[in-house]
């Protein structure tokens, strides 16, 4: 009997008809929602006494997109400048602790710990590695546009609870405490204000601008006053920046002068507002503060920023590391850091390579503003970078995602410049 083997077929490998862009998109989203995500998670692992562990279900859910992304269609995702930013820093705190043993308290610490605020994948180091697998400026900005419904709606929900409960769990100096006000709303709100704000300059559509007001009331009632400022801040370079790329100037500057309108009447119309609120039996203590002439006090940043420059004075060459701060500081505040990105980096890294890291910094900043000719990578820049701004008096740059995300962003531009530049460089064959 004569044997007949049916010719080889070729075996291709599988692919999806989803591409690699759209679970990007997908795990981008979910990052920077994570909040809501945990919100969900964490009650559904408090029935079974588990809710340390929800980050686990949270970080599945965020980068559950990633497992399929071999199957999918598209250009392959290039991440490699991540590792090596996340190489380096696991690098740096492993030589701190082995410098400064000392320091293994707050490496555990059991809020601030290393694992857990810096190196867990739904934390702000990774904010970096987003802006990297989508590394499209229009995309991010329609991606951020989604993440602000997200948290508008979820702080809505925040928002109405509270009014109704009468108070904020926040954490403050000396740990949790109930407050009539929350520090993390305000914030929470910040980046969405701003996106809303940036769509409803850009698209004129009521919506957006409802929307920001909607946020920016919040923050008004119930968050911080530090968050306003950053948002006055965002809206008029955004403000310089149309006017100088309008081409129908005549618009900007009738826009102009009603804003100086509105800001010289800006006092009768927040005692309007205030009015309205107290009637309404809710207290809003931004509105208060500004009314009372106290919305610069330092609400004891000056202690920390005092200590913080003794142990700079009195620190070598090579700074105290990575958590040295928190090391002396903790000892009088629950947090631990300087509430200033320059003390903290100089606290850490010396005076020399602090100094030469925050000169670094701001060169980058500074250039990418004046040399970037790209709306959309400005655009998404200049949001990130207001966001980051919260470093100049409040948080850590360890746990602000919009951070890493801005240094993500500086790094895709000056890529792409190499790139576009290489490309006309090209000889061209006739």
Same mark, same amino acid.
């Given at each position: 009997?004569?044997?007949?083997?049916?010719?080889?077929?070729?075996? %291709?490998?599988?692919?999806?008809?989803?591409?690699?862009?759209?679970?990007?998109? /997908?795990?981008?989203?979910?990052?920077?929602?994570?909040?809501?995500?945990?919100?969900?998670?964490?009650?559904? +692992? *408090?029935?079974?006494?588990?809710? !340390?562990?929800? @980050?686990?279900?949270?970080?599945?859910?965020?980068?559950?997109?990633?497992?399929?992304?071999?199957?999918?269609?598209?250009?392959?995702?290039?991440? *490699?400048?991540?590792?090596?930013?996340?190489?380096?820093?696991?690098?740096?705190?492993?030589?701190?602790?082995?410098?400064?043993?000392? &320091?293994? %308290?707050?490496?555990?610490?059991?809020?601030?710990?290393?694992?857990?605020?810096?190196?867990?994948?739904?934390?702000?180091?990774?904010?970096?590695?987003?802006?990297?697998?989508?590394? !499209?400026?229009?995309?991010?900005?329609?991606?951020?546009?989604?993440?602000?419904?997200?948290?508008?709606?979820?702080?809505?929900?925040?928002?109405?609870?509270?009014?109704?409960?009468?108070? @904020?769990? %926040?954490? %403050?100096?000396?740990?949790?405490?109930?407050?009539?006000? =929350? /520090?993390?709303?305000?914030?929470?709100?910040?980046?969405?204000?701003?996106? +809303?704000?940036?769509?409803? /300059?850009?698209?004129?559509?009521?919506?957006? @601008?409802?929307?920001?007001? $909607?946020?920016?009331?919040?923050?008004?009632?119930?968050? =911080?006053?530090?968050?306003?400022? @950053?948002?006055?801040?965002?809206?008029?370079?955004?403000?310089?920046?149309? +006017?100088?790329?309008?081409?129908?100037?005549?618009?900007?500057?009738?826009?102009?002068?009603?804003?100086?309108?509105?800001?010289?009447?800006?006092?009768?119309?927040?005692?309007?507002?205030?009015?309205?609120?107290?009637?309404?039996?809710?207290?809003?203590?931004?509105?208060?503060?500004?009314?009372?002439?106290?919305?610069?006090?330092?609400?004891?940043?000056?202690?920390? &920023?005092? $200590?913080?420059?003794?142990?700079?004075?009195?620190?070598?060459?090579?700074?105290?590391?990575?958590?040295? !701060?928190?090391?002396?500081?903790?000892?009088? #505040?629950?947090?631990?850091?300087?509430?200033?990105?320059?003390?903290?980096?100089?606290?850490?890294?010396?005076?020399?390579?602090?100094?030469?890291?925050?000169?670094?910094?701001?060169?980058?900043?500074?250039?990418?503003?004046?040399?970037?000719? !790209?709306?959309?990578?400005?655009?998404?820049?200049?949001?990130?970078?207001?966001?980051?701004?919260?470093?100049?008096?409040?948080?850590?740059?360890?746990?602000?995602?919009?951070?890493?995300?801005?240094?993500?962003?500086? #790094?895709?531009?000056?890529?792409?410049?190499?790139?576009?530049?290489?490309?006309?460089?090209?000889?061209?064959?006739?």
């Amino acid at each position: 009997m004569e044997l007949q083997l049916e010719p080889k077929q070729n075996v %291709t490998a599988v692919k999806f008809t989803i591409s690699k862009q759209i679970l990007a998109n /997908m795990c981008f989203i979910m990052f920077f929602a994570s909040d809501t995500i945990s919100f969900c998670t964490t009650r559904l +692992f *408090r029935f079974y006494g588990l809710e !340390d562990s929800a @980050w686990i279900l949270t970080s599945i859910v965020i980068y559950f997109p990633l497992l399929l992304m071999p199957f999918a269609i598209g250009e392959r995702r290039r991440t *490699r400048d991540f590792f090596i930013l996340w190489v380096t820093v696991l690098l740096a705190f492993i030589v701190t602790i082995m410098v400064h043993p000392e &320091y293994e %308290t707050w490496f555990k610490h059991p809020l601030y710990g290393v694992f857990d605020y810096i190196f867990r994948p739904d934390r702000a180091l990774y904010a970096y590695f987003m802006v990297r697998i989508i590394n !499209d400026p229009k995309q991010i900005l329609l991606n951020l546009k989604f993440v602000s419904y997200i948290f508008a709606i979820y702080g809505l929900y925040k928002f109405t609870n509270a009014m109704q409960v009468g108070s @904020w769990l %926040t954490l %403050t100096a000396n740990g949790y405490e109930e407050l009539s006000y =929350s /520090m993390s709303l305000g914030y929470d709100m910040m980046l969405p204000s701003m996106v +809303f704000l940036y769509y409803a /300059m850009r698209d004129k559509k009521p919506l957006h @601008w409802a929307l920001s007001i $909607m946020c920016i009331s919040m923050i008004l009632v119930a968050g =911080s006053r530090a968050p306003l400022l @950053w948002i006055i801040v965002f809206f008029t370079v955004m403000l310089i920046k149309g +006017f100088i790329t309008s081409k129908v100037k005549v618009i900007w500057g009738l826009t102009v002068p009603v804003f100086l309108l509105i800001y010289l009447k800006l006092e009768d119309l927040i005692g309007f507002l205030v009015l309205f609120l107290q009637d309404r039996g809710i207290s809003a203590r931004s509105i208060d503060m500004l009314l009372s002439g106290s919305i610069s006090d330092d609400n004891g940043r000056a202690v920390i &920023y005092d $200590m913080s420059i003794e142990m700079i004075k009195n620190m070598g060459f090579f700074g105290y590391g990575l958590y040295g !701060d928190r090391y002396v500081i903790g000892n009088y #505040y629950f947090w631990g850091y300087p509430h200033n990105i320059f003390l903290e980096i100089l606290i850490t890294f010396g005076v020399v390579c602090g100094g030469f890291l925050i000169v670094f910094l701001l060169f980058h900043i500074v250039r990418t503003l004046i040399k970037c000719k !790209d709306d959309d990578w400005l655009d998404l820049f200049l949001i990130f970078l207001v966001c980051s701004l919260k470093l100049l008096l409040s948080d850590s740059y360890w746990y602000i995602p919009e951070f890493w995300a801005a240094i993500a962003v500086v #790094y895709s531009w000056n890529r792409q410049q190499k790139i576009n530049k290489s490309e006309r460089m090209k000889p061209i064959n006739v």
